[in-house]
């Protein structure tokens, strides 16, 4: 399974836009990068997935580099609510297995 | 559209003992994954099903077992509970579609303690 790399935490305040990076180097052609977003005492909950072109829906946006090594989640504004554990996870075409890492915790300060 | 149920919600269960866990997936969605998450080793996938097959499996002992029967609904095991199985579960069923990637909608967990 290609693996990621995502920083342990970061924090934003409210209102602002928050970017959280991702590193998948190993990233192979058919793989998918998927985001998944865990609030407390909940389970994961779908984010946002692309392949190769920059990705938007009504949570965030994805943006995906031109050589796919890496990837940024985009929240627009980010509010109390969005504090969680955000996981980025590469998923072949070919089976559901999400292999999650440590992810990443977002703080969000009001 | 009702979401991913899981039942039950808690359970707690003595050591040796088995246990069984129900989830029933989204209407429509035929694949079924269960993951165990616990503070020490996070988020690991333990199997999935599909079409009443199991298709994939995680790296975890024979003791864990699961099915998935016709209506896509599916039940996992574990048998002779160990301490170290008290974890939350979570199961998560997905569309399933040749050459696309969807996404996976997860339940809220059966939480298990053994004592």
């Known amino acids: 399974d290609a693996k990621t790399t995502q920083p342990n935490s970061m924090e934003s305040n409210e209102e602002e836009p928050v970017h959280l990076p991702c590193n998948h180097s190993?990233?192979?052609?058919?793989?998918?990068i998927h985001w998944y977003r865990q609030l407390p005492s909940q389970g994961p909950e779908y984010v946002i997935h692309g392949l190769t072109s920059n990705v938007n829906n009504r949570m965030a946006s994805l943006a995906i580099a031109e050589d796919r090594k890496s990837s940024t989640l985009i929240l627009h504004r980010a509010t109390l609510r969005d504090a969680a554990v955000y996981y980025c996870i590469l998923r072949d075409v070919g089976g559901n297995k999400l292999v999650f890492g440590a992810g990443t915790i977002l703080r969000v300060k009001s | 559209k009702a979401g991913v149920t899981q039942t039950p919600r808690y359970l707690i269960k003595t050591r040796g003992q088995q246990v069984t866990l129900s989830c029933s997936p989204i209407?429509?969605?035929?694949?079924v994954s269960w993951y165990q998450q616990t503070p020490g080793q996070g988020l690991q996938f333990l199997f999935e099903?599909?079409?009443?097959?199991?298709?994939n499996k995680g790296n975890f002992p024979g003791r864990f077992s699961g099915r998935q029967f016709s209506n896509s609904r599916s039940e996992m095991n574990v048998s002779t509970l160990e301490l170290g199985d008290s974890a939350l579960y979570l199961c998560?069923?997905?569309?399933?579609?040749?050459?696309?990637?969807?996404?996976?909608?997860f339940g809220p967990g059966t939480r298990l303690t053994v004592t």
């Open positions: 190993t990233i192979s052609g058919t793989d998918y």
């Open positions: 998560a069923s997905s569309l399933v579609k040749t050459g696309l990637s969807y996404e996976q909608y």
């Open positions: 099903y599909f079409s009443e097959t199991q298709r």
């Open positions: 209407s429509g969605h035929r694949s």
